[in-house]
């Protein structure tokens, strides 16, 4: 099992791509993998609750675990309470630990 972090950091609303890292992140958690799909700067308008809950809610099903960057949450106004079910919101030093850990990262 290999283990994996994604970093998504582009708007949403801007490109498709979002929804194709999302499903990158499900394919590889489906193949056994470690995963972990790290919202940060504009990524983490996506993880309003009502937006994109469907990703989340996918995501989750498949035994990714989610988490928006708290900083990035703050500079665009959004509460930890209105997150998708499934999104946690935790600091950069998350990301940095799962770095440390030696994972596969990706970044969007």
Known sequence: MARFLLIESHDPFATDDGGHFCGLAASLARAANQVTLFLTQAGVLAARAGEHTFW??????????VLAD???LRERGIAGS???????????????????????????
């Open 82 to 108: 209105r997150l998708s079910p499934g999104v946690k919101p935790t600091s950069i030093d998350t990301a940095v630990d799962r770095l440390a850990e030696g994972r596969k990262t990706l970044r969007h």
């Open 56 to 65: 989340f809610a996918a995501l989750a099903r498949e035994g990714v675990e």
């Open 70 to 72: 708290g900083r990035s």
